[in-house]
């Protein structure tokens, strides 16, 4: 441990205190070998090399820092730089094991005794410039390197830049050809001069500038950026502005009303229609400008995994976080084969039976260095990295392994609702790899709900609708989830053929009377177009009694319990004595889909199991007439009163239900209530499975005798 902070300590003082004095010079030559040796002391390394391509990724120039006063040879040159031109880094503590290092690499190091290796791609753009590494540094060094590795990278691509500036000074513009601020090397240039008094650099970038472009054209793209620049330059009242790749800009501010600034930036984008955000990096320990832009771009990405927010501050969590999002990257594959990844099952409840009508399979990292992780930390990092089809196999692979487990020891068995993302249909097929696993454990189709975020639709429309075709056609269910959470979702339905909604939990945690309005359209709308209803986040009874009232089918939350490991979530639900939906349960409700109960304000749904008949539904204007006349509105006492064949109650009600099941055609019922009122209902019925039966009782009008 002490060892580890001698290394942090060390570089701590290389990038804080030698590295300024180093870059000061004007030397690029001496600035590199002054650099190596420094690195090179500090890691204990046996060589520090640095190496710069040319534009057709030829060798221009190397330089180097050995032990042994040595250079590189021209085998380990190219087979590094093999290595590297798939612009990743290289941290590797045992080469000999490496298996992401190529053989012949592995091979010439293993000659030369060298079993760890640090190596970084030198990138201007996502042109490969060259790169840099260091052979052989000290073990314990390692893990500080993966921490300071890239702010060294961006140090040297920063004078890179500089020094193609130097050699091209003469020859090039000092502006960008199409916005007119400072091109890249020149806002490093002028703002280096200026450091000192530089308090912020600031990272702004467009959201949805491609669909822009797309809509309008890129001419009035161009001069939409020219416009921005402007502003950037007015609002900060300075010239210090660039713009980068595309629809990225940078500014170096001096004073000290920096958020102000970037919220007036966002309030004028807004009034003419475009989003920007933003990515903000407060100078601290003099850091030279490249590494500050490079901060404050982190900071802007940032922005993507955090809901309503336009700016993100660079801090130390943020690199920990950094850090963090490289180690969950780099281990899991070995998560998934270890077992860290694990399923956790979250039921979701018919409304109108209270029983688990299916499960959720979610995901939680229980990491041995991090500790247990929810999807919201991992999942996002993953999604950048097009990684999310590695855990979504793993899901419908321990899918399958726990429902075969439950059939073969007699457990009651539910479907399990999976979700997929847009990697799983790019790829690799994900359609076959269902078939097969489902075949493999000798599973129904029936077994697995497939699950389809809306945004995941909308990023590659026609893919999606062909899967969804191909999921159809061999039998499976599939559900848009998280319904709302975007700009499109009433697109989203009219294009997808999607067999149910599930609503964002958003609704639930922000529910008044303007959300209610808005659920209650999106449910009545969904049973029109003859869709399922689910609502998650429901976390309250008073929750539970509202999407009762509107007829949502489904619900899912912490009312009735958090994702936990299957063996737990029995328990939880065997605690509760819920009992379990089963396959005919499923067929008989399901036909109630379409079946529109807020549309009348007075009415009753009547179970039939061909014994007794049983109230499953009760809507709020019955229940508050039966409150009026000091009647009971308990399930328990209204299945008593209308199974009594000795009342008139219930011999008129027996007799309407016989004959709408015999000839299926509504019938109207006239009741006495209190001997003062007649109540005119209509009967019909909604939903027939072998010998059971729904009914809806409508209260049509009420007549004084």
């Known amino acids: 441990m002490k060892q580890d902070m001698h290394y942090q300590a060390d570089f701590q003082h290389l990038i804080t205190q030698v590295m300024p004095t180093i870059l000061g010079k004007s030397n690029f030559k001496v600035i590199l070998t002054e650099f190596l040796s420094q690195v090179g002391q500090a890691s204990q390394a046996q060589e520090v090399f640095f190496l710069e391509l040319d534009n057709f990724e030829f060798e221009q120039a190397i330089y180097s820092w050995t032990r042994e006063n040595q250079l590189l040879d021209a085998s380990l040159k190219q087979t590094l730089l093999d290595q590297i031109k798939v612009k990743e880094a290289v941290l590797s503590q045992n080469v000999g094991q490496d298996m992401a290092l190529n053989a012949d690499l592995v091979k010439l190091l293993e000659q030369k005794e060298i079993t760890t290796l640090a190596l970084w791609p030198l990138l201007i753009g996502d042109k490969l410039q060259g790169f840099w590494g260091i052979l052989g540094p000290h073990l314990k060094a390692m893990t500080t390197l993966e921490s300071y590795g890239p702010i060294l990278t961006t140090t040297i691509v920063g004078r890179m830049v500089q020094k193609q500036l130097e050699a091209k000074l003469l020859l090039s513009d000092q502006l960008d050809t199409v916005t007119k601020t400072y091109n890249l090397v020149h806002f490093f240039q002028e703002t280096e001069k200026v450091k000192k008094q530089i308090t912020a650099i600031v990272h ?181 990295s097009h990684l999310c089809y590695k855990v979504d196999m793993y899901v419908i692979e321990k899918t399958c392994q726990d429902l075969r487990q439950a059939l073969d020891a ?70 848009m989830d998280d319904f709302g959470s975007a700009y499109s979702s009433l697109n989203t339905l009219k294009d997808f053929a999607f067999d149910g909604i599930k609503l964002d939990g958003a609704f639930m945690r922000q529910l008044n009377d303007k959300s209610k309005e808005i659920v209650s359209s999106v449910i009545n709308m969904a049973k029109k177009l003859g869709m399922h209803t689910l609502a998650e986040g429901v976390e309250t009874r008073a929750q539970y009694d509202f999407l009762y009232e509107i007829g949502c089918e489904k619900i899912q939350g912490y009312y009735y319990g958090r994702p936990l490991l299957l063996d737990e979530q029995i328990i939880n639900l065997e605690m509760q004595a819920m009992g379990w939906e089963n396959q005919s349960d499923e067929e008989l409700y399901d036909q109630l889909s379409s079946l529109q109960i807020t549309s009348h304000s007075r009415l009753f749904l009547i179970g039939d199991d061909g014994q007794k008949l049983k109230v499953l539904y009760l809507s709020k204007k019955i229940k508050r007439m039966l409150d009026q006349g000091g009647y009971r509105t308990d399930f328990e006492f209204i299945d008593q009163i209308i199974n009594n064949s000795l009342t008139s109650l219930g011999q008129k009600l027996k007799q309407a239900v016989m004959r709408v099941h015999q000839d299926v055609s509504p019938v109207n019922l006239i009741l006495t209530w209190d001997n003062t009122y007649r109540l005119h209902f209509t009967l019909r019925k909604v939903a027939s499975l072998a010998t059971r039966q729904i009914y809806l009782l409508v209260l049509d009008e009420v007549l004084q005798k």
């Not at 457990?411 to 979700?419: F, G, M």
């Not at 359609?431 to 709900?449: A, F, P």
């Not at 609708?465 to 269910?477: D, F, T, W």
Request: charged share 25%; glycine share 6%.
């Open 410 to 479: 007699g457990r009651p068995v539910v479907p399990v609702a999976i979700n997929l993302s847009r990697d799983d249909f790019e790829f690799f097929d994900c359609v076959d790899y269902i078939e097969t696993t489902l075949q493999r454990y000798g599973l129904d189709r029936r077994y697995l709900r497939i699950e389809i975020t809306e945004s995941t639709a909308m990023e590659n429309p026609k893919l999606i609708q062909k899967a969804i075709m191909r999921l159809h056609q061999v039998g499976y269910s599939i559900w």
């Open 204 to 384: 702004f970038n467009f959201l949805d500038f491609q669909l822009y472009n797309a809509s309008h054209s890129i001419e009035e793209g161009n001069t939409l950026l020219t416009e921005f620049g402007q502003l950037l330059q007015t609002k900060f009242s300075t010239k210090l502005v660039t713009r980068l790749a595309a629809d990225n800009f940078v500014v170096g501010y001096q004073g000290s009303d920096t958020l102000d600034l970037v919220a007036s930036v966002h309030q004028e984008m807004m009034r003419r229609g475009q989003k920007v955000e933003a990515g903000i990096y407060f100078y601290q320990n003099q850091v030279d400008v490249p590494t500050a832009c490079d901060f404050a771009q982190a900071a802007c990405r940032k922005n993507r995994f955090r809901a309503n927010t336009y700016w993100t501050v660079y801090s130390e969590e943020l690199r920990e976080e950094m850090v963090q999002a490289r180690y969950l990257r780099e281990n899991l594959d070995q998560a998934i084969a270890a077992g860290h990844l694990k399923l956790h099952y979250q039921p979701i409840v018919r409304v109108l039976t209270g029983k688990p009508s299916s499960l959720e399979a979610l995901t939680r990292w229980h990491d041995p260095r991090y500790g247990l992780l929810g999807p919201s930390i991992y999942v996002p990092i993953l999604e950048a």
